[in-house]
C-alpha cells in the first residue's frame, strides 16, 4: 500500500470515529520502538523546503526525527547501516528497521541522482549456503512521474570485493548496457540477465558490482490511480540460488558479508517503503572440533560468532545501543558508538563464559541443533543447568524451538529480565511442588534463529518461586522439565511440531554483565514423575478474559475465581459491593440458527456456599438479521437478594451512552419451559458510542420455584424458551454466545461449579451479517473504515460484484452508495438495510 492509501485509510477511520485523538496524518515519527529523553528541549527542525514538497513527503511542524534525514548521510543505528545520498532536486530518507527487519522510506523529487540503502552483517559468512538463506521482501512503490528507477537487495561479497545488486523493481526507462551482459539466469520461478559494471566505472578500492535484472521487474502503470504502482508482496530472493549463479558465471570465490536494501535512480518523482528480513530452512550447522590456544585454553570469539563445536551450537551477536543520540538541530543526529569488547569463550559440552561491553546488547545462546524431523512430544527431554552471573539484571532461561508449527517455548524463572515481549496469559500448570504460570506471546524474530520468519508462535512458562528452593547461593541451579511442561500447555492449546533447537539463552537487552555457565545438560528420556504425568491445571481469572479449551472465563471484582476445562470454575468472595463472573462459549464465527433441527443445550451442577446476595443465571445473545436488533436472554435459575435489575447488565459508562439512561424492566408474561415457570421482565434501550452503536432488548426471565438444595442442578433447552418469545422475535434470529454468569452484591462463601456443558447442536448455516465488514458479528463504526478502505483499495471501480455482507443497498455490487448507507446505519439514521433486489 502506497503512503497515499495508508493515509486515507487513517482519514477513514477519523471520520467515523471523532471521539479518538488521531496524530496528525503528516507528522514523521520516531519508530514507536524508541524514544528519547528530554523530548520537549529537543530543538525542531523543519526543512527549507517549498510547502508542496513538504506536503508530497508528509514533513509536518514536528520536523525531522533521528531517523529521517534530507541532506547526504551516512549513519549507523543498532546493527543496521544508513546510506543516503542525493544531488539536486529534492529527498527524504527515513529509517523503520526493528530486530531482524531491515527496513526505510524514502521520496525523491525530481534529482539528478538518489541512492537510499541499509544493511546489515550476515551472521554466517562463510557457511551462508548450508540452511538455504533467502529474502523475505515486502516493498511498496509509487512513481508519480517516471524516471530511472531501480530497487531490490544488494549482497556485499569475498570481504568488500563485490556486490551483486538484484534487481526486482525497475522503471521502462532503466537501461542496462548490453556490452556488460555476462549470463542469465533463474531462481524461484523469475528469470533474470546478470551484467558486469563496465571495468572504468569501477572506483580505485571499491567494489565490483552485478546487476542481476528480473525479467518481469517492470513497474506497470495502474490507470485506475494516475501513476506507476507496483507492489512487491511477499516476493522471495533465494540467497543461494543467486550467489550459485553469480559464482558459476564469474568463476569468482563468494563468501556473504552483508546483505541490504537499495532505492537508487535519476530524475522523476516516487516514493518507496521496503521490508526485507532474512529467513531460512532449518538444518544442522556444520560441526567443528572445540578449538584451543597454545596455552591449552578455549578460545575466546570477540564480537560475533556462530559455531556448532563439538555438538553443541554457540552463538554471540552483539548490537551497539546507539544512544544516546544527539540533536545537532539542523536536521542531523549523532548517535554514540560504544567500545564492543564483548566475548564468548565456549568450554564444551555446552558451557562457556561470555562478557558483554557497555553500551552494547549481547545475545547470547548455547545450546543443540535438530533435524526438526522428529516431534518434541515423542521423548521426554529435560534441561539442567547451572549459572553465575555479576548483575541479577541477567537471566539465563531455557528456549525450545519446534518447527510444524514454528513456535518458540520460552522457560523462564519468576525473577527473569527476559520478560519483554507480548504476553496474553493463559493459566497454571502445577508439577507437584513446582507451579508455572504459561503466556502465549509473540516472539521477537532474530536472523540467528531457525527460521528467522515472522510467521511464529510463541509460549512462555514462568516457574513461581517455592519455599525448597535454594537461597543465596551464587550458583543457581535450575531443572527444567520441558515436554512434561509443553504436553500440559496442549490443555491451553498450544502446538508442539518437530524439534530443532534446545539451548539456553541470555537477556539481549541487558547490558554490561560477566556470565559463566556452569552446566547445559540435555537429557532425552528423562524419567517422568508421577505428578509430571498427572499435573492440576487452572487459570486465575481477573477482568481480562482467559480461554480454556472452547471456553472464556472472565472475573469483575472477585476475590478469587480459578477456572479449569468444560467450563468448570470456582469463586470466593469476602462480602465485596459487587462481583459479576463468567465462563462463556461463544459461536460468533457462524452465528447459530435456532429451530426445530439446531438447539442450544445448557447443564449445569453448582455447590452453592453464599450466604446472601447473588444470583445464577445462564445468559444468552444474539441479534434479528432483518432489524438488526440485538437481544439477551436472563434465564435466572437462583437469585437470593438480589432484584431484577441487579441481575441485567449496564452497557453504559464504559464508553457507551444509553437511552433511557436507567434500566427499567418491567413484568410482560409468564410461561413454562423445561418443567418450571418463568416471570419475565423486559427492558429495552438504543446504546452508542465511539465503536458500536445498536438497539438491546433484554429479557430477564426468572424461575418461579428455585431451589434451596446446597447443590443446584437443572438443564436449559434455550429453544423451549426461545420458543415463548415467537411474537417479539422474528426468524432471522441468531445465537452468537451463551453464558453462565454468577452475580454477587454482598455475598460471602465459596461456589464450585462441577458442571457447565454448554452444546450447540448440529451446526447451523453460517449467516451472513449485511455490513459486517471486519467480521466480528457487530455492525459499527470499525466497519465503515473497513468499509471505505476496500473502496479505496480493492473495488476502486464503480459497481464491482462482491460478497453479499458488502452490498447493503442489496444491488448485486459493492459501490460507494453501499458505505454511505452503511455509516447512514451506524449513525442511527437508518434502522435496517432494504431487502434483496429479487
Given amino acids: 500500500m502506497n503512503l497515499k492509501r495508508i493515509l486515507s485509510a487513517i482519514t477513514a477511520v477519523a471520520m467515523v470515529i471523532p471521539c479518538i485523538g488521531i496524530t496528525t496524518a503528516g507528522a514523521i515519527s520516531s519508530s514507536p520502538t524508541y524514544e528519547q529523553e528530554d523530548e520537549e528541549s529537543e530543538p525542531v527542525y523543519v526543512p527549507d523546503f517549498p510547502q508542496e514538497i513538504l506536503d508530497e513527503f508528509q514533513i509536518s511542524w514536528t520536523g525531522l526525527t533521528f531517523n529521517t534525514r534530507v541532506d547526504n548521510s551516512d549513519f549507523s543505528f543498532e546493527d543496521k547501516n544508513n546510506h543516503f545520498e542525493h544531488d539536486g532536486g529534492y529527498a527524504f530518507y527515513g529509517d523503520q528497521s526493528l530486530f531482524n527487519e531491515i527496513s526505510f522510506w524514502g521520496n525523491w523529487h525530481d534529482c539528478n541522482s538518489y541512492t537510499m540503502y541499509q544493511s546489515k552483517a550476515y551472521p554466517l559468512p562463510d557457511n551462508y549456503d548450508y540452511n538455504s538463506p533467502y529474502l523475505h521482501v515486502c516493498a511498496d512503490i509509487t512513481i508519480k512521474e517516471e524516471g530511472d528507477a531501480r530497487f531490490g537487495p544488494v549482497f556485499e561479497l569475498s570481504g568488500g570485493k563485490y556486490e551483486l545488486f538484484v534487481i526486482e523493481k525497475y522503471s521502462a526507462s532503466a537501461s542496462f548496457p548490453e556490452e556488460e551482459f555476462i549470463g542469465t539466469y533463474s531462481s524461484d520461478g523469475k528469470e533474470y540477465r546478470l551484467y558486469k559494471e563496465a571495468d572504468d566505472a569501477v572506483e580505485e578500492n571499491a567494489a565490483r558490482r552485478y546487476y542481476a535484472v528480473c525479467s518481469t521487474g517492470i513497474i506497470q502503470e495502474t490507470e485506475a490511480i494516475g501513476e506507476y504502482d507496483d507492489r512487491i508482496k511477499h516476493s522471495y530472493v533465494m540467497i543461494t540460488d543467486h550467489l550459485s549463479e553469480l559464482k558459476k558465471i564469474t568463476g569468482e570465490d563468494i563468501t556473504l558479508d552483508r546483505y541490504g536494501m537499495l532505492a537508487e535512480g535519476s530524475k522523476g518523482i516516487g516514493n518507496v517503503f521496503c521490508g526485507v528480513s532474512c529467513c531460512s530452512k532449518n538444518a544442522v550447522l556444520p560441526e567443528e572440533k572445540l578449538s584451543y590456544d597454545e596455552d591449552g585454553q578455549p578460545v575466546s570469539y570477540k564480537r560475533n560468532m556462530i559455531k556448532n563445536l563439538d555438538g553443541y551450537r554457540y552463538s554471540l551477536q552483539t548490537i551497539n545501543n546507539s544512544f544516546p543520540v544527539t540533536n545537532l538541530g539542523n536536521g542531523q543526529f549523532s548517535t554514540t558508538e560504544h567500545e564492543n569488547n564483548s566475548y564468548i569463550i565456549p568450554r564444551g559440552n555446552g558451557t562457556f563464559s561470555a562478557e558483554s561491553s557497555e553500551g552494547i546488547f549481547s545475545y547470547i545462546s548455547a545450546g543443540k541443533e535438530y533435524d526438526g524431523t522428529t516431534p518434541l512430544l515423542d521423548s521426554d527431554y529435560r534441561l539442567d543447568y547451572e ?7 541477567v537471566n539465563l532461561d531455557a528456549v525450545v524451538w519446534t518447527t510444524e508449527p514454528y513456535t518458540k517455548f520460552i522457560f523462564a524463572e519468576e525473577d527473569s529480565k527476559n520478560l519483554n515481549d507480548n504476553y496474553s496469559y493463559l493459566g497454571n500448570i502445577k508439577l507437584g511442588n513446582d507451579n508455572y504460570k504459561l503466556y502465549k506471546t ?18 512462555t512458562f514462568i516457574h513461581l518461586k517455592n519455599d525448597n528452593e535454594e537461597q543465596g547461593s551464587e550458583i543457581r541451579k535450575i531443572s527444567v522439565p520441558i515436554s512434561a511442561l509443553v504436553r500440559s500447555a496442549k490443555y491451553y492449546g498450544a502446538e508442539a511440531g518437530n524439534l530443532c533447537r534446545i539451548s539456553l539463552e541470555a537477556d539481549p537487552s541487558s547490558i554490561n554483565y560477566k556470565l559463566d555457565v556452569l552446566k547445559n545438560e540435555i537429557t532425552t528420556d528423562a524419567p517422568s514423575t508421577e505428578q509430571e504425568k498427572n499435573p492440576e491445571m487452572y487459570s486465575i481469572v481477573g477482568s481480562s478474559p482467559v480461554s480454556v479449551g472452547r471456553y472464556t472465563f472472565e472475573a469483575y471484582n472477585a476475590d478469587k475465581m480459578y477456572a479449569y476445562e468444560n467450563g468448570l470454575f470456582t469463586l470466593e468472595m469476602q462480602e465485596k459491593n459487587w462481583a459479576d463472573c463468567c465462563s462463556s462459549v461463544f459461536s460468533r464465527q457462524s452465528p447459530y440458527i435456532i429451530d426445530s433441527s439446531h438447539d442450544l443445550n445448557m447443564e449445569y451442577k453448582i455447590k452453592n456456599g453464599f450466604d446472601k446476595d447473588y444470583a445464577m443465571m445462564y445468559l444468552a445473545s444474539g441479534y434479528s438479521e432483518n432489524s438488526g436488533h440485538v437481544s439477551e436472554f436472563y434465564i435466572i435459575e437462583k437469585n437470593d437478594g438480589i432484584s431484577v435489575e441487579e441481575c441485567q447488565i449496564s452497557y ?6 444509553r437511552l433511557p439512561v436507567d434500566l427499567s424492566p418491567k413484568y410482560v408474561m409468564t410461561y413454562t419451559a423445561g418443567g418450571h415457570e418463568y416471570d419475565v421482565y423486559k427492558d429495552s434501550a438504543s446504546y452508542a458510542g465511539c465503536f458500536s452503536s445498536y438497539y438491546l432488548d433484554s429479557y430477564l426471565c426468572i424461575r418461579k420455584d428455585q431451589s434451596d438444595d446446597a447443590v443446584l442442578e437443572g438443564s436449559i433447552n434455550l429453544g423451549e424458551h426461545l420458543s415463548q418469545f415467537s411474537d417479539l422475535l422474528d426468524s432471522s434470529f441468531k445465537t452468537t454466545d451463551s453464558t453462565l454468569r454468577i452475580t454477587t452484591k454482598t455475598a460471602k462463601g465459596k461456589v464450585e461449579v462441577l458442571k457447565n456443558d454448554i452444546e450447540y447442536g448440529e451446526t447451523g448455516t453460517e449467516a451472513v451479517i449485511i455490513g459486517d465488514f471486519n467480521t466480528d458479528s457487530r455492525i459499527d463504526s470499525l466497519d465503515v473504515a473497513r468499509a471505505k478502505k476496500l473502496l479505496l483499495e ?26 454511505v448507507l452503511l455509516q447512514s446505519f451506524v449513525l442511527g439514521k437508518i434502522k435496517t438495510f432494504p431487502p434483496a433486489v429479487q
Avoid at 549459572?387 to 539484571?393: A, L, R, V
Avoid at 480493492?794 to 460507494?816: C, S, V
Fill in 387 to 393: 549459572y553465575t552471573s555479576s548483575s541479577e539484571d
Fill in 442 to 459: 509473540y516472539p521477537r524474530a532474530y536472523d540467528t534463529d531457525p527460521l528467522g520468519t515472522y510467521e511464529r508462535d510463541g509460549y
Fill in 652 to 657: 453504559a459508562g464504559g464508553g457507551m451512552s
Fill in 794 to 819: 480493492t473495488f476502486a471501480d464503480e459497481k464491482t460484484e462482491a460478497p453479499a455482507y458488502m452490498d447493503t443497498n442489496r444491488n448485486g455490487t459493492f459501490e460507494l452508495a453501499d458505505v
